[in-house]
């Protein structure tokens, strides 16, 4: 499985971006997936999940309200659509599947994807 995020770039803080990540190889349909986030000096953080199935969510406080996720399972995507944008979002943005369950961690995902830069200036 290999998945490939884009839709990354530079915003004015207030802004909206919306990243999308595809995955090839199988379909991810069974799959929990998620985005996490790493900032210059941090570590990675964990920003939002979504079950398989779609039905199911869990934010980070730190974007809750501000952030959406979705998927497409007919299009093995998920989609982040990011609004009111903070320079505090600016980070390499990561997408990542695992089977089963949508984890609220970044250490459970064990299917990783090259980030995708997102900066918000302010």
């Known amino acids: 499985v290999q998945l490939q995020a884009s839709g990354g770039g530079l915003v004015p803080a207030g802004g909206s971006l919306r990243l999308s990540c595809t995955a090839s190889?199988?379909?991810?349909?069974?799959?929990?997936m998620g985005w996490s986030r790493q900032a210059p000096g941090k570590e990675r953080e964990f920003v939002v999940a979504?079950?398989?199935?779609?039905?199911?969510?869990n934010y980070a406080d730190s974007v809750r309200g501000r952030f959406t996720i979705s998927r497409d399972n007919s299009k093995n995507t998920i989609y982040l659509q990011m609004n009111s944008l903070k320079p505090e979002d600016t980070a390499v943005y990561y997408c990542?599947?695992?089977?089963?369950?949508?984890?609220?961690?970044?250490?459970?995902?064990?299917?990783w994807g090259p980030g995708t830069q997102v900066t918000v200036s302010s």
């Open positions: 190889g199988r379909t991810l349909n069974t799959y929990g």
């Open positions: 990542a599947a695992r089977p089963g369950w949508a984890a609220d961690s970044a250490r459970f995902y064990n299917i």
């Open positions: 979504i079950s398989g199935s779609g039905s199911s969510t």
